[in-house]
């Protein structure tokens, strides 16, 4: 799938802020992501910063008030703002934000705004009492009311010292949330897909429980992939520490039969099921109401299956029609062509992706995979060991293929 960055063209906005600095990571991640960035300073940014730095992370001319008439052909702010595929200041001054709402012009920056006619994102940073003033905020409502999009502030330490709403949003952070707002018209726009990751958790006692190795790695990449072509994407996750990407909407759950009831109901109305997820095939029949101690002696913990996820869908699929395709995981130790194929068919699936687990470089907890790809076709499609960024598109790109945008059923 494309990267949503490759090739854009951005306008960075950079004002007076203490946060000024952090303003050089984010232009130098949009670099690194493969777009085109112009950076604007404007003069209370240079107290903060410098030009300089801002040309040694993008390789491009930083643009100041002294380029503001300059010799290009067409004035400067003309052929920025009609260049512009996205415009984001970050960090914005009060005083910017006040600037913007009432249609002043008085340096690059503004007069750049007024010009682009593509979304405007704004990441504010100030002192947490300037931010709920009534002026700023009445500002902010108005620029929301005419579209503009805003990122932040969060709540945390403050340049003077206090702890309050106005610290700057981190880079990372904001490139992600551009990194959707770029997707939004992908290939898969106004599809529905549904995404399991993580490992279930089957409860022995309030304090243990039977789970398994996964990572959730593979499954959140595949739900950072789809939201990238575009889809509505709902990741439903056992507990995970990794960040849920921007944009879609994560459902938390912790074990096989919540797993169950998120999936049918999420997949009613859904294009496609990508089951990720590392479902526990057993449970306690009688999880212990507290914890159970070890002077007791050696308990005996009776186990029964849990239910069949993928066996359910395809019942509802059988029903609804719905999810239109469905792709699952086989995580296999031995035999992996054979009980891929096994449960390709037994789960009705459209597409099963195995792998070897015992592999040192595939599988749980590591950030490459070595699949095969099974199909419904009879098609087998071995891939050399890739990310799982990499699978992930492989498999969203499949998706794709089988899956129309909506404008185009």
């Known amino acids: 799938m494309p990267n949503p960055f490759e090739n854009k063209r951005i306008v960075l906005g950079v004002t007076g802020s203490i946060a000024a600095y952090k303003a050089i990571d984010l232009a130098s991640k949009l670099k690194q992501a493969n777009t085109k960035v112009d950076v604007i300073l404007t003069e209370n940014a240079l107290k903060f910063v410098s030009a300089l730095s801002f040309q040694s992370v993008t390789g491009s001319k930083a643009f100041t008030n002294t380029d503001l008439w300059g010799g290009e052909g067409h004035v400067v702010h003309v052929s920025l703002g009609h260049a512009a595929e996205l415009m984001v200041i970050a960090p914005a001054s009060a005083d910017v934000i006040a600037k913007l709402a009432n249609g002043i012009a008085d340096d690059l920056l503004t007069t750049t705004a007024l010009v682009a006619d593509c979304p405007l994102v704004i990441a504010p940073a100030m002192e947490s009492h300037m931010y709920t003033n ?55 726009k106004g599809c529905k897909v549904v995404v399991t990751a993580g490992g279930t958790q089957e409860p022995i006692d309030p304090v243990r429980m039977i789970t398994n190795r996964s990572s959730g790695k593979q499954g959140f990449a595949i739900a950072q992939a789809a939201l990238d072509a575009g889809a509505d994407v709902f990741l439903i996750a056992a507990p995970s520490a990794l960040p849920t990407p921007t944009g879609c909407k994560r459902i938390e759950v912790h074990t096989a039969a919540e797993m169950q009831i998120a999936v049918l109901d999420a997949v009613k109305n859904a294009d496609a099921l990508v089951m990720a997820a590392a479902v526990a095939d057993f449970r306690p029949v009688k999880p212990a109401n507290q914890k159970i101690k070890k ?11 849990t239910s069949d996820i993928l066996a359910a869908v395809a019942e509802q699929k059988a029903a609804s029609g719905f999810p239109r395709c469905s792709i699952g995981f086989a995580a296999e130790s031995q035999n992996l062509t054979e009980n891929a194929r096994t449960k390709l068919q037994a789960k009705k699936l459209d ?59």
């Open 295 to 305: 002077d007791k002696g050696l308990p005996n913990i009776e186990l029964e299956p």
């Open 134 to 188: 009534l002026a700023v905020q009445h500002n902010i409502q108005t620029l929301q009311e005419r579209g503009a999009i805003f990122i932040g502030p969060a709540e945390g330490h403050l340049a003077s010292g206090a702890i309050g709403k106005g610290r700057f949003v981190e880079p990372p952070e904001i490139l992600s949330q551009l990194r959707w707002l770029l997707s939004k018209d992908g290939p898969l």
């Open 351 to 409: 597409l099963i992706a195995a792998n070897d687990v015992t592999a040192k470089d595939a599988g749980f907890e590591v950030d490459t995979n070595r699949i095969t790809l099974f199909y419904a076709s009879g098609e087998t499609e071995p891939l050399p060991l890739m990310s799982k960024a990499e699978v992930a598109e492989k498999l969203v790109e499949v998706i794709t293929q089988w899956v129309p945008a909506t404008d185009e059923r």
